[in-house]
């Protein structure tokens, strides 16, 4: 079936980098993506990663991709207060289908 | 260009009453999905459709929950008869055929 797993709660000192871990069971996934979710509001793609692929970095963001293991982490290197917000795990087979979406990690930061 | 718009933003309902949630996809998109969220839980697909197609309602309800997109005028999510388990946000979001989703802001839904 398709699931996708990541932690809850991250809380982090400001300055810091945030790592958000996620797994996921398709093996079929091709795309793999890192959403950002402020409160009440909708959803941010932050970024996301082809399955051929092991890493992506853009600016503050490194998404680093385990196919073998099926994990995937977003680290964000020098977090910021702006950086407070739920971040959601999510995969799809192709771009048009229907995304499976993990819970969400709610970072934290602390002064 | 505007991005997905949905409307309204915030619905209220009574037990018992219709909810219609719609969903303007960005100009030129032919997909729509429909996605929920459930207080403190991720978004769970409901049902993905092209202009007066369902190609997917497999996260769909089977009950009181329906969904249109036709050749004119926005995509609507129907829910009739509606129960407190029904408050949650509910995304839209649109693509271009084998493109990126881009999420419309939700609508927040609250049963009384």
């Known amino acids: 079936g398709e699931d996708v797993e990541q932690s809850l709660f991250l809380s982090v000192r400001e300055g810091d980098s945030s790592v958000i871990n996620c797994t996921y069971t398709?093996?079929?996934?091709?795309?793999l993506y890192w959403y950002k979710q402020e409160p009440g509001a909708g959803l941010q793609l932050l970024t996301y990663?082809?399955?051929?692929?092991d890493m992506k970095q853009d600016q503050r963001l490194t998404v680093l991709l385990n196919k073998k293991d099926k994990h995937l982490s977003l680290r964000i290197a020098d977090t910021q207060t702006g950086d407070s917000a739920i971040y959601f795990c999510?995969?799809?087979?192709?771009?048009?289908?229907?995304?499976?979406f993990g819970k969400g990690t709610r970072l934290h930061i602390l002064p | 260009n505007a991005g997905v718009m949905q409307n309204p933003r915030h619905l209220v309902r009574r037990r018992g009453q219709e909810a219609r949630l719609r969903c303007s996809p960005m100009?030129?998109?032919?997909?729509v999905y429909w996605y929920r969220q459930l207080p403190e839980e991720g978004l769970k697909f409901m049902v993905y459709?092209?202009?007066?197609?369902?190609?997917?309602e497999s996260g769909m309800p089977k009950e009181r929950f329906s969904a249109e997109f036709p050749k004119e005028g926005p995509s609507i999510l129907r829910i009739q008869q509606v129960v407190r388990g029904d408050s949650a946000a509910y995304f839209c979001?649109?693509?271009?055929?084998?493109?990126?989703?881009?999420f419309g802001p939700g609508t927040r839904l609250t049963v009384l």
């Open positions: 459709l092209q202009k007066e197609n369902i190609i997917d």
């Open positions: 999510a995969e799809n087979r192709n771009r048009d289908d229907k995304i499976i």
């Open positions: 100009k030129g998109h032919s997909h």
């Open positions: 979001a649109s693509s271009l055929p084998d493109n990126e989703q881009f």
């Open positions: 990663i082809f399955s051929n692929m």
């Open positions: 398709d093996s079929s996934s091709t795309y």
